[in-house]
C-alpha cells in the first residue's frame, strides 16, 4: 500500500530533498516536507538506514558551521536540532539500528550545549507530542468503500495542515487546463497508477514516442505536488510548457473537451511500452453500437466502436435541466 510514497521518500526526498536543507532560501519549506515524511514513516516502523542517518548528521555539521556566522542561521540550526531529536525519539521504538539514533541525540545534545539551545522538559514533550501527531495513524475506517484504498486520499484529508485538497492557478487562459487536470487528479484509480508508474520510467524519455516526451513526467510532478504541497495552488507552467500545439500556449482560451482529448492521446502514446500501456481504455473508454436496419426486409447490420468521450444535447426548454 506504500510501495509508492516509499519510493518517493527513498528517490527524491532522501537524496535530493534531505541536502538542500543546507539552502537558506528554501531551508523552512523544506524542512516541512522532510517532517511531512519523516514523521508519517514513523506509523509504518520504516527503518533509517546508516547511510540516510549519516547524511543527516552531515547536513548537522554544515549547519552548525553556519550558526557561527549569523542569527539566521542558528534559528535553522534550532530548528533542525528539533527535527533531529523529534525523528529519534520517534524511530528508536522500533529501530534496528538504535546505536545511530543514539548517536544523532548524542550529537544534538552537544550542539544544544554549544549553541545555548537547550529545550525545557515541558518544551521537549510538547515538541514530540506535535511530532506523533504527524504519525500516519491509516485505519481499516479510513481505507473503507468500493474502490481500491487510496493511500493519497487519506493522507490528504488526516495530515494537511488545512486538511483541504489543493488548487491549480490559472497562468493566464488557462482555466480548460486547470478543471480538466484536477477532474483528472480526483480520478483515485488515475493518479495513483500514474505516480506508481514513476517506479518504472522515472525521468527517462527513452519509453516515451512522441516528441513532447514530458507530458507524462510532468503530469506525475504536479500529481505529487498537489499531495505534498502546503501552498494553496501549484503552478502548472512547466506542465503546460510541454504540451503539444496550441495549448502551450496563453494566447487564447482553449476547449476543454478538445484539450482532453490530444492530452489522452499524447498519454497513450507515452504509456505504450509501460506497464499502464492500456491505462486510458481501463478507466475511461466506452463502447458504442451502431445499428443500421432495413425498414422493409427488417435486414441489418451493427458496428462496435470505442469512444472517450460522448456529447449529449439538451433542450434549452426542458425544466429538467437543472436536475441533470
Known sequence: M???LIYIFQTIIT???LPKLKVKRCFES???ICKFFFFGFAGIEYNLNEVLIGNMLSNLKFLSISAYKSKE?????AQYLDFLECVATLYERFATEKE?????KQYVNEMRREFDLI?????RTKMIKQAENQIWNITPEDLAGNIKPSVTD??????????????????GNTCYLASTMQSLFMTVHFRERLIDLMKEVGTSSKSMSIEKSNVLKETQNMFYELISTQKQAVDPGKFKAVLPSPFDSSKLEQDAMEFLQEYFDCIEQQLKNTKQKNLIDELFAGEIKTILE???CHKGSSQNEKFLNMSLAFDEDDHNNDQI
Open 100 to 104: 545511530w539514533l543514539a548517536k544523532i
Open 73 to 77: 542561521s542558528k534559528l535553522f540550526l
Open 119 to 123: 529545550l525545557k522538559d515541558t518544551d
Open 294 to 296: 432495413c425498414q422493409e
Open 15 to 17: 537524496p535530493y530533498l
Open 2 to 4: 506504500y510501495d509508492y
Open 30 to 32: 523544506n524542512l516541512r
Open 154 to 171: 487519506t493522507l490528504l484529508m488526516k495530515y494537511r495542515q488545512d486538511e483541504k485538497y489543493k488548487g491549480i492557478m490559472n497562468i
